[in-house]
């Protein structure tokens, strides 16, 4: 179980930040992050009430508290990383942040087994090539790296939080409920001062981007509870490898709607995390 809820962490991540990354285009990274975490927050909290979650309030939500604080600032450094690019090079560095996880897992006692550990580096290695790799080219600007790497550990960061928020499903629901609502209000706070200085133009969302923007924040939802849940099924470090994938799956769907071809480095790189998967699986 602990393979199946994390790869389905995998693909929800993935198809979220494609989502994500389309909007992107369209309107401020700032303006999609609030708006897809308010739709995914009224959700949960009707969830929340008809499962009578209130319930499990207790200390641990504060865990949940750190995930929704550590969430929009590693969203939007990703975001402003990207931005200066290149991409090439602040993709995979993105993917750094499975050392979190990892490194939680390992303090708490982990070990993973010989064929484990191997299917860790495989899988590892693979989602560093998926994202393309840049080896040449125009240096890169160091505030780019910086960011990517706060992003990454920020990423890594909010899958060690929420995996210690909650031990039921009801209270997994309002952990994840308390997380979205921090992420609104400290994105909205952080919108609201962006719109106040005029360096990002007051949101404006149109009824036809609704229906993606409630995906991409309900995807990002469904992904934190299937890791969750994958983390508490199982080892840590594996469930973390795992739900790593996501830059394999936002590849494909890049290739598959939008058509862009795979370079062979990305080819190989989800060769590779695909081998991973199956030595994890089966270790």
């Known amino acids: 179980m602990t ?18 990354g389309l909007l992107t285009r369209r309107m401020p990274a700032l303006t999609v992050v609030v708006v897809s975490q308010s739709i995914a927050t009224v959700v949960l909290g009707a969830i929340v ?3 009578g979650a209130w319930s499990e309030m207790g200390p641990q939500l504060w865990f949940a508290v750190a995930a929704g604080l550590v969430g929009p600032v590693a969203m939007l450094a990703f975001y ?4 200066l690019g290149p991409m090439g090079v602040v993709s995979p560095l993105g993917s750094l942040g499975v050392a979190v996880p990892v490194g939680v897992g390992l303090v708490l006692g982990e070990r993973p087994g010989l064929l484990q550990f191997a299917g860790i580096v495989v ?22 790296v910086l960011l990517t790497l706060l992003a990454a550990f920020g990423f890594g960061g909010v899958m060690a939080l929420i995996a210690e928020a909650s031990t039921t499903l009801t209270g997994l629901f309002l952990a994840l409920f308390v997380q979205r609502v921090t992420n609104v209000v400290a994105g909205g706070t952080a919108l609201y001062a962006a719109v106040r200085r005029g360096t990002v133009a007051p949101p404006k969302v149109s009824p036809a981007a609704l229906p993606a923007l409630a995906f991409v924040g309900l995807a990002d939802v469904a992904a934190n509870g299937t890791y969750s849940l994958a983390a ?16 394999v799956v936002t590849a494909l769907a890049a290739r598959g709607i939008l058509s862009e071809r795979l370079r062979g480095v990305q080819a190989a790189g989800a060769g590779l995390a695909l081998v991973g998967t199956v030595l994890l699986a089966t270790g």
């Open 49 to 51: 009430v008809v499962t």
């Open 123 to 144: 899988a590892v290695v693979g989602v560093v090539l998926a994202g393309g790799p840049q080896f040449k080219g125009a240096p890169v600007q160091r505030q780019a």
């Open 80 to 83: 402003k990383a990207l931005a």
């Open 3 to 20: 393979a199946l809820f994390a790869l389905a962490t995998s693909l929800l991540w993935g198809l979220a930040d494609f989502g994500g």
């Open 232 to 247: 508490q099924s199982g080892p840590v470090t594996v469930a973390a490898v795992l739900a790593s994938l996501y830059p």
